[in-house]
């Protein structure tokens, strides 16, 4: 019987080595926040469905679409940050505007809202805010390199 197990070694002897490690690096980018996108998706999966977490849909229902809306704008642009992350990521400080909005319209767009519809939209918009301004920080320290 012939040994079919092959023995593991080191791929530093490829031949391709070199050529493998530059088309890595090319498709990554220098990505440094591959991990922010996924919490920027689910922050935005979440603004979209908090008002039926919540319970607001009957008392507020301007805020309703306008959680709607935003939310799934927010999780398309994370999804964009996923797919094309070199041409997405100036659009990181439109996710600071973003969730700026988000704080800012629960008194703009709803009709005296209630204290947990409040700070939903605060800690929503906070995470929206500090997520974009990593993802901003990350790509201009891309871009100057």
Known sequence: MSNVSHARSDLSGHPDASEMRARYD???GGRDVALVDAPVFLVGLYCAVSPWVLHFTAS???????NLVMGIAVAVLALGFTVMPERMYGLSWAICAMGAWIIVSTWVVGSSPDTGVVINNIIVGGLTVLLGMVCAGAAARTHRT
């Open 26 to 28: 090319r498709v990554m």
């Open 60 to 66: 507020q229902p301007a805020l309703v679409t306008h």
